[in-house]
């Protein structure tokens, strides 16, 4: 059965610091993964997804994330955090056949101080 | 362009009463997903229609939840008789293509959700 585990519940934070968010997948096979965002009052936003090539992913404000496949993960980075980051944040996979079905991770907040 | 919207966003209700969650996907968009977050733990995919066909309700939790798509327009997920456990956020998600893609627009849309409690 597939899982995605998100280890870090919360995370603070300095704005300007780096931030790095991991996400351990377990999967039959090579699935497709994808970070999603929510910010307060909002829905899911996708930030990025990896289906193949280059396992290093760019995405949506500034967020990137590196596929490792020999440790299952992909973890999200963004080297210089603002404010407007401050939200909970969502690891996903998804089977390459019905690639819609995904599987989340519990999810961890980042809280950015000033 | 108008997002997946949801209704209601809150929804406080007691146990054994029975709640509507409405979702209105995206226009012209034939693929609609309900997901939910139960306690704060990880979302977890509940159905998918295709129109307004169940292409997949392997997610369901049991005959106390019914999910409807009349007209293949929007849809509504009701809890009848509602439990505590039932507490969570509610997601609707929908899509033009039923795969998302390699790249392009083609990817799921999100609602903000609806926050049910169940007292």
């Known amino acids: 059965a597939q899982s995605v585990t998100q280890p870090d519940i919360h995370i603070t934070v300095s704005e300007g610091a780096s931030l790095e968010l991991r996400c351990n997948y377990s999967y039959g096979a090579t699935p497709y993964l994808f970070w999603y965002v929510q910010s307060p009052g909002q829905g899911l936003q996708l930030l990025l997804k990896?289906?193949?090539?280059?396992?290093l992913v760019q995405g949506i404000k500034g967020f990137e994330a590196e596929f490792k496949r020999s440790q299952s993960s992909f973890n999200l980075r963004k080297p210089s955090v603002h404010w407007s980051d401050a939200a909970e944040y969502f690891c996903?996979?998804?089977?390459?056949?019905?690639?819609?079905?995904?599987?989340f991770g519990a999810g961890t907040t980042v809280t950015v101080r000033a | 362009e108008a997002g997946v919207t949801q209704f209601p966003s809150h929804s406080v209700i007691e146990k054994g009463q029975t709640v509507t969650l409405r979702c209105d996907p995206i226009s012209g968009h034939d693929n609609l997903y309900w997901y939910r977050r139960v306690m704060g733990k990880e979302i977890k995919f509940l159905l998918h229609?295709?129109?307004?066909?169940?292409?997949?309700e392997s997610g369901m939790p049991n005959n106390r939840f019914l999910a409807e798509r009349t007209g293949g327009t929007y849809s509504t997920l009701k809890v009848q008789p509602a439990e505590l456990e039932d507490s969570g956020v509610y997601f609707c998600?929908?899509?033009?293509?039923?795969?998302?893609?390699?790249?392009?627009?083609?990817?799921?849309?999100f609602g903000s959700g609806t926050q049910l409690s169940v007292l």
């Open positions: 996903a996979v998804g089977p390459r056949s019905n690639d819609y079905k995904l599987s």
């Open positions: 990896y289906f193949s090539g280059d396992t």
């Open positions: 998600a929908s899509s033009k293509y039923i795969q998302q893609g390699r790249e392009g627009n083609e990817k799921l849309f």
């Open positions: 229609f295709v129109k307004e066909s169940k292409q997949d």
